[in-house]
């Protein structure tokens, strides 16, 4: 969510971790792994952001608003 991320550190790790959860739930834990080697494979400097979108479409086949979409539907589930 634009203008959220990056404005409360807590708030970044949370969704953070929801999007890894849900990437693992979803792919298993051999994809995340090759996302972490793109990631090393592909560091071009500090700015691993760049990265994200080609990465995501690269190992996974899915963009970034897939992502945000399953992050945001764990951290739902958290209060209910």
Not at 16 to 41: F, N, S
Not at 44 to 64: H, I, K, M, S
């Amino acid at each position: 969510m634009l203008g959220l991320f990056n404005e409360d550190p807590q708030v970044n790790y949370d969704i953070a971790q929801a999007a890894v959860a849900w990437l693992v739930d979803q792919y298993g834990m051999p994809r995340l792994i090759a996302l972490m080697e793109a990631y090393r494979t592909d560091y071009a400097g500090v700015d691993t952001d760049a990265l994200t979108r080609r990465l995501l479409r690269q190992v996974y086949g899915v963009g970034e608003p897939a992502v945000v979409a399953g992050a945001f539907g764990l951290l739902g589930q958290l209060h209910h």
